[in-house]
């Protein structure tokens, strides 16, 4: 395998001299995320393809660590996890049968279990890499006890391949539950909040929610008894195909996504009420996560959305955006900028992996 990534190496030392922007991209399954041109078929010299580096490279059950490199399908890694009843907790959307491990720690996205295990960066421990220059580079190790150097392996995740291509990336992973029971119940949206914030802070195993048209989804995995008697607790009716459902929501293929209108992704405090915005919502996460299907794309919806997420104490995201031009991702402030900005030229110096993607100015 050292032969593709002399090839991926070779590909971008030229790229990086003659400072010709490479552009990442495995199965294109998020190509319509962040500031991502139309791909010229006429153009393939200017993608930089790593799929074909696929496969597991170490994977120990007991130790709960798997390491694979990026060409990896979503797919074929979660079924060799599943052989051994374990999983990746942070529920990674795939958005299409060719999702890849690298794509997914890239583009840094968790489902619907996220807010009780933890986002892509958290399960990350290692990764191997190549930078703007083309070197060969490791960061963190196989192992969950690691805190030698800087956290760049974690730094990785969400980058959209703007500081490097990922080769490698060594995963926590955690056990499947042993069971996992969906329920159902009717109230307004107010309540919702109120009760999703109520049961975050008991200690019940609630593993995901999501509120949609008046009616509160909650997921409880676990040990059996555990289960039965959060349910006799919390109460509710029993969805029959509660995974349907979760796949639905992470997967974006629940009725709520398919209006085609711009879609924000805000994640704000999990307290705040309600958020008066002209659209539909869906909240996910214990309240901290509310998608909007917006009804228009005009200037001042992208202004109130952006200033409801900030007064909320956090951040939106266009997240898919169609024909829009709008910025996809929050402003950053000056300082975060200066930081965003040294980070990239110290990884990608000529500035050709993904430029422009997240920001224009980088």
């Not at 006890?145 to 995740?157: E, H, I, P, Q, T």
């Not at 909040?193 to 200690?203: D, E, F, Q, S, V």
Request: glycine residues 10%; aromatic residues 6%.
């Amino acid at each position: 395998m050292q032969y593709l990534i002399d090839q991926l190496a070779d590909k971008i030392r030229a790229a990086a001299e003659e400072r010709k922007p490479l552009r990442i991209r495995g199965a294109g399954t998020k190509d319509f995320y962040g500031h991502c041109p139309p791909l010229d078929p006429a153009d393939l010299s200017s993608v930089l393809d790593p799929t074909t580096y696929a496969g597991v490279v170490d994977y120990e059950p007991t130790e709960l660590v798997i390491t694979a490199r990026c060409g990896t399908r979503l797919t074929d890694l979660e079924a060799e996890l599943s052989k051994h009843r374990q999983m990746l907790a942070f529920e990674p959307p795939h958005f299409g049968s060719g999702a890849t491990l690298g794509g997914c720690v890239a583009a840094g996205l968790s489902g619907p279990r996220r807010a009780n295990a933890g986002a892509v960066r958290d399960f990350v421990l290692g990764v191997r890499m190549l930078d703007g220059k083309g070197n060969d580079l490791s960061f963190g190790g196989r192992v969950m006890k690691n805190v030698a150097g800087y956290d760049v392996s974690r730094l990785m995740a969400g980058s959209l391949g703007t500081l490097g291509l990922l080769l490698e990336i060594s995963l926590k992973v955690l056990p499947r539950p042993a069971i996992e029971v969906t329920l159902l119940m009717a109230m307004d949206e107010a309540e919702a909040i109120r009760r999703m914030n109520l049961w975050a802070g008991k200690p019940l195993p609630v593993s995901a929610t999501c509120f949609w048209d008046d009616q509160l989804i909650l997921r409880l995995s676990g040990a059996e008894p555990a289960v039965r008697a959060a349910h006799a607790i919390i109460g509710g009716e029993e969805l029959r195909d509660g995974a349907g459902f979760w796949d639905s929501v992470r997967e974006q293929q629940h009725s709520f996504f398919s209006s085609g209108k711009p879609l924000w992704r805000l994640s704000v405090k999990s307290t705040t009420p309600p958020l008066s915005l002209p659209g539909a919502q869906l909240i996910e996460w214990g309240g901290a996560l509310r998608w909007l299907s917006a009804d228009d794309e005009g200037d001042a919806l992208q202004v109130a959305v952006r200033e409801t997420a900030s007064t909320a104490g956090g951040h939106a995201t266009l997240f898919r955006h169609g024909e829009s031009s709008a910025a996809v991702f929050h402003l950053l402030t000056p300082q975060m900028m200066r930081i965003t900005r040294r980070l990239k030229e110290k990884f990608d110096p000529a500035g050709i992996l993904n430029p422009g993607r997240m920001y224009p100015e980088i």
